[in-house]
């Protein structure tokens, strides 16, 4: 199939924007769909200071990237332009005999505008949306973006959430059945992401260690981590281990400073997926504090490494837990997360937690072969069925 896929932006070594739809546009070019990456990037100039277009082969895939700073502010101006973007995107592509089967288009109220789904539809190419977004969740959008999220979704073939609450906010949000909403997980590879340097010891240097990935911002709530850390260490001596950076790390070193736990407290910054999936391996639990998630990547790399997972009890994946596989603790308050950090500790150090057998578990899940031959089946459908109604998603007037 040709598939047209949009993110947000294409990710480099300064940015991780469009980091999960560009990975799965490359998982499924390297499984031999005919894929083409593209995205309009136009947040304001604040965070945005390209302008031009990139079109380059990156990972065998051709990426086609138009950046024009303007900003959400000036909503007719931002729609005007993204949309003038991503057509002539698409008519680049189709004068050079290149036409999609379809369009998958991530963080569709960030991706898509009106006329460009219009333009989709006039052109008989189906639609297949995919939904990460918080805001969406927390349903947090503004009148222009909740009207493009309905249009989205009564134009999609198929609208996608990444997880269940992201699905039953949407219905709530736009009156949609959720018969009309599916549900696809995020995938994680399994060939980076495994048990196969896992430790021995559920130890990090002979100490029992936490560790903690992602962005260090107020919502991701790592204060209360260090907090626990600080109650659950006069205990069981652990340590944390902090992989990310953020505008609150700062902050967060001075807390860790003032608890006097920065020797059992470390912030190693942003690291590759490799060396992130080699910290997993040598840690005793992945823990997250975060208040609100869509989905919560970390959780399925820490699970597919073999380590349990402990996270709030409103954690988006939580029907996935058990006794097995970690522990869902109070999530505001910072004693109860202290008392699972120990309880989590003396399970490992019992050895009540098998490594294989929560590998084995999430990669049934959320591996990139489960999720890409889901997706995959689902594009199939899609393109099946736009035939069936006698038209070719290849055809262009």
């Known amino acids: 199939m040709r598939i047209l896929v949009i ?35 136009n947040d304001s100039i604040r965070t945005n200071r390209s302008i031009g277009t990139i079109d380059q082969q990156k990972n065998g895939m051709r990426c086609i990237v138009r950046s024009f700073p303007v900003g959400h502010r000036l909503r007719r101006l931002y729609y005007r332009i993204k949309t003038n973007a991503l057509m002539k995107i698409l008519k680049t592509l189709v004068d050079e005999g ?13 991706t898509l505008t009106p006329s460009f789904i219009n333009l989709l539809g006039e052109l008989d190419i189906p639609l297949v949306c995919m939904e990460h977004w918080s805001r969406v969740q927390a349903r947090a959008i503004d009148g222009p ?53 896992r430790a021995i010891a559920w130890s990090y240097g002979g100490t029992p260690t936490f560790v903690s990935c992602g962005r260090l911002v107020k919502s991701k709530r790592v204060d209360h ?27 967060l070193e001075r807390l860790a400073k003032k608890l006097g736990i920065m020797n059992v407290c470390e912030f190693i910054g942003w690291k590759s997926a490799e060396e992130v999936a080699a910290v997993l391996r040598r840690a005793s639990c992945y823990v997250s ?72 578990r999430a990669r049934t899940l959320f591996s990139r072969e489960v999720v890409l031959n889901e997706l995959i089946s689902l594009f199939e459908d899609t393109v099946m069925t736009n035939k069936h109604h006698g038209v070719s998603g290849g055809k262009s007037s």
């Open 289 to 360: 504090a975060s208040a609100f998630e869509t989905f919560c990547v970390p959780v399925v790399e820490a699970w597919m490494c073999g380590i349990p997972c402990l996270v709030p009890y409103m954690n988006p994946l939580r029907q996935y837990f058990d006794e097995d596989n970690g522990v869902l603790y109070s999530g505001d308050d910072v004693r109860s997360l202290a008392q699972s950090m120990v309880m989590v500790v003396n399970r490992a150090l019992r050895n009540n937690y098998d490594s294989e057998s929560i590998s084995r």
């Open 98 to 110: 290149w036409v999609p089967d379809l369009v998958y288009a991530h963080f569709p109220v960030l």
């Open 225 to 251: 981590i260090i907090q626990a850390l600080a109650i659950a260490n006069q205990e069981t001596p652990m340590k944390l281990v902090i992989v990310g950076d953020g505008d609150e790390r700062g902050r």
């Open 7 to 41: 993110g947000r932006s294409l990710p480099c070594k300064n940015s991780s924007s469009g980091l999960f739809e560009y990975e799965q546009a490359v998982a499924l070019h390297q499984v031999g769909q005919d894929v083409v990456y593209v995205c309009s990037v």
């Open 145 to 197: 973006t909740l009207k493009l999220l309905t249009h989205a979704v009564e134009s999609s073939a198929s609208f996608c959430c990444v997880s269940e609450h992201l699905r039953d906010s949407i219905s709530e949000l736009i009156g949609a059945s959720e018969d009309n909403l599916k549900v696809l997980p995020n995938m994680v590879d399994e060939a980076l992401f495994n048990t196969s340097d």
